[in-house]
T-cell receptor, first 114, second 110 residues
Framework: ETGVTQTPRHLVMGMTNKKSLKCEQH?????MYWYKQSAKKPLELMFV???????ENNSVPSRFSPECPNSSHLFLHLHTLQPEDSALYLC?????????????FGDGTRLSIL | EDQVTQSPEALRLQEGESSSLNCSYT??????LFWYRQDPGKGPEFLFT???AGEEKEKERLKATLTKKESFLHITAPKPEDSATYLC???????????FGPGTRLSVLP
């Protein structure tokens, strides 16, 4: 596989459920990102990891919990979500956070909260 | 605060009708400006990086240009398969993160 792969592609969950989103990159990058994309709004950066260390938490509610076990894998653990959390969640990777190289994105997980 | 705006919000073109999309930014210095294409249900696909004013990049029917305050994505003789949302993002010299614009939704009619 090449590029950035996200699973699942679609997820429907109730507000009391716990689920996890997974991202894997095969580009040899050292930085990984979580973004939220809602209708008619720009991409919102959520979390940044560089060489497995979290370098940015963009005031994200604690019901979103990221995990980066190595430079190739990134998870987003979800619990007690709200209806306004329904969105497309995108994972991206880049060479490193300090570089001016492009970020490469996966196809996202479409999350619906009932 | 770094800001990125894009215009128009939506654009409908006939096949073969050339046009340009605009990305305006306010950032103190620029490390890079990035153009992406996003199809429905997919993640953004990287197109170009521009680093300094005067720089141009081309790929098939697309040409990106950069000035000190804005970038243009010129589409020459577009085809229906060019229909997508086009996003631009900027990276400031002191920051590590990208700031994305809201995108331009392009529809090319046969």
């Amino acid at each position: 596989e090449t590029g950035v792969t996200q699973t699942p592609r679609h997820l429907v969950m109730g507000m009391t459920n716990k689920k996890s989103l997974k991202c894997e990159q095969h580009l040899g990058h050292n930085a990984m990102y979580w973004y939220k994309q809602s209708a008619k709004k720009p991409l919102e950066l959520m979390f940044v990891y560089n060489f497995k260390e979290q370098t940015e938490n963009n005031s994200v509610p604690s019901r979103f919990s990221p995990e980066c076990p190595n430079s190739s894998h990134l998870f987003l653990h979800l619990h007690t979500l709200q209806p306004e959390d329904s969105a497309l969640y995108l994972c991206a990777s880049s060479q490193a956070t300090g570089s001016n190289q492009p970020q490469h994105f996966g196809d996202g997980t479409r999350l619906s909260i009932l | 605060e770094d800001q990125v705006t894009q215009s128009p919000e939506a654009l409908r073109l006939q096949e073969g009708e050339s046009s340009s999309l605009n990305c305006s930014y306010t950032v103190s210095g620029l490390r890079g400006l990035f153009w992406y294409r996003q199809d429905p249900g997919k993640g953004p696909e990287f197109l170009f990086t521009l680093y300094s004013a005067g720089e141009e990049k081309e790929k098939e029917r697309l040409k990106a240009t950069l000035t000190k305050k804005e970038s243009f994505l010129h589409i020459t003789a577009p085809k229906p398969e060019d229909s997508a949302t086009y996003l631009c993002a900027v990276q400031a010299p002191y920051g590590q993160n990208f700031v994305f614009g809201p995108g331009t939704r392009l529809s090319v009619l046969p």
